[in-house]
């Protein structure tokens, strides 16, 4: 696996980030920039599917989106908190991969474990930076590392963006890795219950979620992301 990468995804559950990033991941993939992908728990909670089969679904999308690698944690699904052992195993994956920027879920969301993600991941960000708490990965030490970045996605609920990323041209790969996840959209075939994401209306409006955010650029289509600090530019003639 590879085990550096620029830009590390950090989400609660398996499709998150097809949901509310993967237009930005494939963005800046194509730039040359290395992604990767680590889903906090293995969604069990989940109304629908399987761990077990999301898990697949998920590798099918990592490969639709070109991820480096995309792997679970294991946090309980529903209970997730900011609690010593939970920030210790995000930081030992913060340090293993170094990302110089980290993607998390919105701050606040439908879910309530979107925003006790997002909780969870900045504080680890932070604590992954200090270099007297010791951690390791297979028996070797790991050095401190801080991300510059921190990007929160906007989700289900509205929130205005700090940032907007134009995935214009990647609407349609963006779609077909979410649709990777069969299992959690809408199927008249399932005889499963039914769930938000998988309400016949909520793929249009997904679209016109996107397609919002582009607006307010502009564009065709934007990802919308917040941060908890002021963005530095280092030219003026790159903003749009």
């Known amino acids: 696996m590879t085990e550096h990468v620029d830009i590390l995804c950090i989400t609660a559950h398996p499709d998150d980030v097809e949901i509310s990033m993967a237009g930005t991941v494939l963005h800046h993939i194509a730039l040359g920039h290395s992604v990767g992908l680590v889903e906090l728990t293995a969604g069990e909670l989940g109304t629908r599917g399987t761990p077990e089969l999301r898990r697949t679904e998920a590798e099918a999308a990592r490969r639709v989106l070109g991820a480096a690698f995309r792997y679970q944690l294991g946090l309980p699904d529903g209970f997730l908190r900011a609690d010593r052992e939970s920030l210790i195993t995000v930081v030992k994956t913060i340090r293993r991969h170094r990302p110089r920027v980290v993607l998390t879920n919105a701050i606040r969301d ?3 474990d979107h925003g006790r993600a997002a909780e969870l991941v900045a504080e680890a960000c932070f604590l992954s930076g200090l270099r007297r708490i010791d951690t390791t990965h297979e028996g070797v030490a790991q050095g401190a590392w801080r991300p510059t970045t921190l990007l929160h996605a ?8 700090d940032i907007v990323f134009d995935i214009t041209p990647h609407w349609e790969k963006k779609l077909e890795a979410l649709l990777c996840f069969k299992s959690q959209f809408h199927d008249p075939a399932s005889t499963e219950p039914t769930s938000p994401i998988a309400r016949p209306d909520f793929l249009p409006f997904l679209e016109g979620r996107t397609r919002e955010m582009g607006r307010s650029i502009m564009v065709g289509s934007g990802e919308g992301f917040t941060t908890s600090r ?7 003639l790159d903003l749009f």
Do not use: C, F, L, T
């Open 230 to 236: 002021p963005i530095g530019v280092k030219n003026v």
């Open 110 to 112: 439908r879910h309530p």
């Open 154 to 161: 906007i989700q289900d609920r509205y929130i205005d963006p």
